[in-house]
Each structure stands twice: as C-alpha cells, then as structure tokens.
C-alpha cells in the first residue's frame, strides 16, 4: 500500500513567522512530488511541485526534497492569515507505465494575526 | 471562463436513488480523474481517464460508473446510492497522464460537487 504521511495538525504560527509542513512518503520510487492548498470548501490548489533533491524557492514558498529520506516539506516564509487553509502533499506513484497522485490527509495551518 | 467546472455544486438525494454528476474542461488536457473527499478531508483517487480510455479504477463499488463522451469530459454516474457516499467529489484533468518518470504534471481541480445521501 503506496501512503504518503502528514501531520494532520493544526499548526498554528503567529503572522510574520515561518511555517514548516512535513510529508513523508512510502514508495521509494516516487519522482515527482506536489503540494497543494485548499481553503474550507474549495477545491484543492496547486501551490509548487518539485522532483530534484534539494530546495525549490517561488516567492514566499520553498518546497524542499529529501528521496534518501523519503521526505517533502514546504515552507511558508512570512505567513499571512490568508495562508491558512489545509496544505496537501501528493506524491506520483507509478504503477507499471501509468502514473496516480496519492495525496496525503493534509495538515491545517492557521496563521494568528 | 472555469478551465474545469462540475455540475451541480450540490446534490441531496435520497438512499436507492441513481444520480449523475457531470465534469467538463476547457484546457486541452488528455487526461482527467475523479477523487472522493470524505468527511475526514481525505482525497482518494476514483477513476481516472486518458483521451477517453479508462486508466485506473481504483476499489470502487461496481455502483459507480465514469463515461467519457470526448475527452473533454468526463461524468460520473452513481446507482443505488449509500449513506456511505455522501462526501465531496472533484473532477480534476492534466495535461498528460503522469506516468513518465520525472516529469512532473499538474492536476487541476474543478469547484466540487458535495452529494449528501440522506
């Protein structure tokens, strides 16, 4: 059973601050990884993906890849009250020549002002 | 103008009842799904289609039923509904299917369609 992990939360952070999401992911052979937001009774929205080892800067966001660790996490620099929403990582399984998104149960961030 | 949209938002029926829900979108993508999302906000991947040819039927009941007219759309159809189906559903379509390793691809998601069964 391919699973990817998160915290279900809720983080909570003070406005200004960093906020810091952890995915981890069971299968190995995993390429491509991606989060995506979703506010309260919206559907779910792509934020970054990412498929490099390494750090992934756009804007306010930096997803971060770890596949020795089986390990994804996306950070939020200067959160705002708008950032708060449930954050879902997804992570591309692939099964013979066809590929599936296998989303996480996503981790709820609130940022106080 | 909705690059995925679904109809109807919402749907209240009836426990036995036979319902569809429909899904179109206008981006030129080849390949479209439909996820459940219970209760507990956990997104599950249903179906999902490439240029009208059906890819991966995950475990679900016989009950439901996806038909693609074109591949521009993708509807769902439920027979003989269940409390237990009650939830949200998300039309969702990519660009290509996700099945080349290292390429990444978006999904993108239509609004939902929230179905009580009551």
């Known amino acids: 059973q391919k699973e990817v992990e998160q915290n279900s939360g809720p983080l909570s952070v003070p406005e200004g601050a960093i906020a810091s999401l952890n995915c981890t992911y069971s299968?190995?052979?995993?390429?491509?990884f991606f989060w995506y937001r979703q506010y309260s009774g919206k559907s779910p929205e792509l934020i970054m993906f990412?498929?490099?080892?390494g750090d992934k800067e756009d804007g306010r966001f930096t997803a971060q890849l770890n596949k020795a660790s089986q390990y994804v996490s996306l950070l939020i620099r200067d959160s705002q009250p708008s950032d708060s929403a449930t954050y879902l990582c997804?992570?591309?399984?692939?099964?013979?020549?066809?590929?599936?998104?296998?989303f996480g149960k996503g981790t709820k961030l609130s940022v106080k002002p | 103008d909705t690059a995925v949209s679904q109809t109807p938002k919402y749907l209240v029926t009836q426990m036995g009842n036979d319902k569809s829900i429909k899904c179109e979108q206008n981006?030129?993508?080849?390949?479209m799904y439909w996820y459940k999302q219970d209760s507990k906000k956990f997104l599950k991947i249903m179906f999902s289609?490439?240029?009208?040819?059906?890819?991966i039927n995950e475990t679900v009941p016989n009950r439901f039923s996806p038909k693609s007219p074109d591949k521009a759309h993708l509807n769902l159809h439920i027979n003989s509904l269940e409390l237990g189906d009650s939830a949200v559903y998300f039309c969702?379509?990519?660009?290509?299917?996700?099945?080349?390793?290292?390429?990444?691809?978006?999904?993108?998601f239509g609004p939902g369609t929230r179905l009580t069964v009551t």
């Open positions: 969702a379509s990519s660009p290509i299917l996700g099945g080349l390793a290292g390429v990444p691809y978006e999904q993108y």
């Open positions: 299968d190995r052979g995993s390429q491509s």
């Open positions: 990412i498929y490099s080892n």
């Open positions: 997804a992570v591309n399984i692939i099964v013979g020549s066809q590929g599936n998104l296998i």
């Open positions: 981006l030129g993508h080849d390949t």
């Open positions: 289609y490439n240029n009208k040819e059906l890819i």
